[in-house]
T-cell receptor
Framework: AQSVTQPDIHITVSEGASLELRCNYSYGATPYLFWYVQSPGQGLQLLLKYFSGDTLVQGIKGFEAEFKRSQSSFNLRKPSVHWSDAAEYFCAVDDYKLSFGAGTTVTVRA | ETGVTQTPRHLVMGMTNKKSLKCEQHLGHNAMYWYKQSAKKPLELMFVYSLEERVENNSVPSRFSPECPNSSHLFLHLHTLQPEDSALYLC?????????????FGSGTRLTVV
């Protein structure tokens, strides 16, 4: 069975600084990978997804993620964080159903 | 508006009550899901419906009873719940059961069992 690990439970970053969230997966074949964001009191919103092809994928809100097969990773990045990026971020892998990591909470300080 | 609507947004119920959560989507999706999100835990997939047929039940206690009367609506009937059932219940839908396009989530129902 596949699994997803997000090593960082909580990250604090200054507004305007860069952000990188880590995601590692365990899966036998080439996975479908996703990043979702959840603002307080809201459901999950899809940021971006990877199926195949170009390993660097662009998403909404200025986010991007890079798939690295050799490292079994799919890390999420944003060059310059805005206060509105404070939220919880979930990495997920699709193996006939979506399985989520435990999430990383991002706090943005002024 | 995400395309998936959940009602109510908040629900407080006693352990002896019976209540239902509702989920509605008009995206033309054929698969619908119930997830439970508890604090400090990964999202837990509870039920999967594909073309109105339940295709997965992840060892969920019988006090949770799903119903999918048509491809646009999904219910979660609750009875004799426990305090540990307090959580955010999220509904999601996707184009198909094995959709690689990700899921569309509702905003959730925040359930508190007292």
């Amino acid at each position: 069975a596949q699994s997803v690990t997000q090593p960082d439970i909580h990250i604090t970053v200054s507004e305007g600084a860069s952000l990188e969230l880590r995601c590692n997966y365990s899966y036998g074949a080439t996975p479908y990978l996703f990043w979702y964001v959840q603002s307080p009191g809201q459901g999950l919103q899809l940021l971006l997804k990877y199926f195949s092809g170009d390993t660097l994928v662009q998403g909404i809100k200025g986010f991007e993620a890079e798939f690295k097969r050799s490292q079994s990773s799919f890390n999420l990045r944003k060059p310059s964080v805005h206060w509105s990026d404070a939220a919880e971020y979930f990495c997920a892998v699709d193996d006939y159903k979506l399985s989520f990591g435990a999430g990383t909470t991002v706090t943005v300080r002024a | 508006e995400t395309g998936v609507t959940q009602t109510p947004r908040h629900l407080v119920m006693g352990m002896t009550n019976k209540k239902s959560l509702k989920c509605e989507q008009h995206l033309g999706h054929n698969a619908m899901y119930w997830y439970k999100q508890s604090a400090k835990k990964p999202l837990e997939l509870m039920f999967v419906y594909s073309l109105e047929e339940r295709v997965e039940n992840n060892s969920v206690p019988s006090r949770f009873s799903p119903e999918c009367p048509n491809s646009s609506h999904l219910f979660l009937h609750l009875h004799t719940l426990q305090p540990e059932d307090s959580a955010l219940y999220l509904c999601a839908s996707s184009q198909a059961r094995d959709s690689a396009y990700g899921y569309t989530f509702g905003s959730g129902t925040r359930l508190t069992v007292v």
